[in-house]
């Protein structure tokens, strides 16, 4: 079968993932580009029987890319069988307190960028500015001064020559620095390369709800340098995010209960996007399954109903043409697992320290893209109960189905070589292949790709441009939209330049119920929706809570309250018009 692609997804491809000549001319189709793929990662398979045959295995993997039902990230596209072969998007590097260190960081920073990868550091351990150096007698300058150069090395080095690098900055809130750290963007054209996210304590939280100081510690010695109201300090971090979206939070201790190696230290960064918490040194390839094709037709005349109730959950879903399809998706789950742990075997890792950790603990993260067409499929509201259950119940599934294949590739070819230590080290547990399974990644372009809503998002809007590859924008229209538009009789052309369908009375309340978009949806259902997932995820979820432009502090400071008592185990916000430029905005081609 011959892939199905949008205009869109072509010129993506084009620009960015199908092989060039010396003249930079296209020499692939997209067809080849999956072959070439599939060819490559099933090879891994003769590393554990020289004499199998790997054509089944290559066309399984060719097939379900193909049909856009799975995608492994980028870097998988990109590299696997061609020169460079690396084929991991997730880094996280180790600083220490030492120039060695930070500078070594800094060459590794380089190689992972070249290669078509993402960094993520922690730079808690640094000393905090004006801390004596005792070898020179000085005084330090602080993460802050550090991250300037990574960004600078970030700056003049083209990924691979498909993708700019990426960066996430993480210090932790008792650090000494933390208050220039959360501020550090309020100038917009410093640290362009990086998110940042402050690393937030349980203690911290507990200080915030009691309305209670908390403990600065200097990195070097331990020692108390001075105390804060934690309420100050997290109403800085609501005001920043507020002005520039940035600082994200982390709930670090949370991520550390979740940590499957915890004999080898304590997890202190992630990946750019956060949704991929690492220890120093490991990478992690990711894959998503699109929920938009994980259904299956059933026999009813009306697609969407008018009756939509307003928590909608059962109700609907006797309205619908479709329902979920749970044996492809068991399928779609058993061959991912599979592409993404021979991935592991096939990748060339930039430094031989990532490839020991990598191989050793064997983490994938296997997420979703479609799951805002998946529900308009069903016909259920994004703000509705129903689809806290449902995204729930479907991932719940893919954790369950997935562990189910990774014990069984450990009975084939072994667990995690770290297993011993592991929390699955215990009687009762499962042998697994692999120390983590399942993650929900942001899926920017994969989603463009596959022709579907990106990661657990909502519907941005039914028209907006997307700016990527250098600012090209991407005219983007839903086709959902536009389907079911037609079928009712509603003439698109009369609605270019509106922001909502909500007030429109002419449109049936169903449809309108379906079709809110981001701005139209409660911050609340943001954090239920990713929560939903996150109970089920082993890594954690890439979700951002996005606010109109006149959205409140008091808005924001809400959801990161919410996101934390509902087990979130970070968050990002943004709120439109905050940055000079950004990826999705709106435009009057049907309406925003």
Known sequence: MRPKLTENAITVLKRRYLKKDEDGRVVETPEEMFRRVARNVASADLLYNPTINIKDTEEGFYQVMARLEFLPNSPTLMNAGRELQQLAACFVLPIEDSLESIFESVKSTALIHQSGGGTGFSFSKL???????????GAASGPLSFMKVFNTTTEVIKQGGTRRGANMGILRIDHPDIIEFISAKKDRDKLTNFNLSVGITTRFMEAVEDDKEYDLINPRNRRVMRRLKARDIFQLIVESAWDNGEPGILFMDRINQDNP?????????TNPCGEQPLLPYEACNLGSINLSRMIKSISVSDMVSDSVSTDTDTDTHTANKYEIDYDRLKDTVRIGVKFLDNIIDVNRYPLPQISEITRGNRKIGLGVMGFADLLIRLGIPYDSTGAVEIGGEIMRFIREKARERSAELAEERGVFPNFKGSIYDRPGSMRLRNATSTTIAPTGTLSIIAGCSSGIEPIYALSFTRNILDNTEFIEVNPLFREIAKSHNIEIEKLTGIESIQGIKGIPEGIRRLFKTTFDIAPEWHIKVQASFQRYTDNAVSKTVNF????????????????YREGCKGVTIYRSGSRPQQVLSCREVLYC
């Open 261 to 269: 190696t915890p004999q080898l230290g304590e997890i202190e960064g």
């Open 127 to 137: 000393r905090p500015k004006d801390d004596p150096v005792m070898t020179t007698g």
């Open 548 to 563: 109109p432009a006149n959205a409140t502090r008091e808005d924001i400071e809400k959801i990161f309250i919410l996101a």
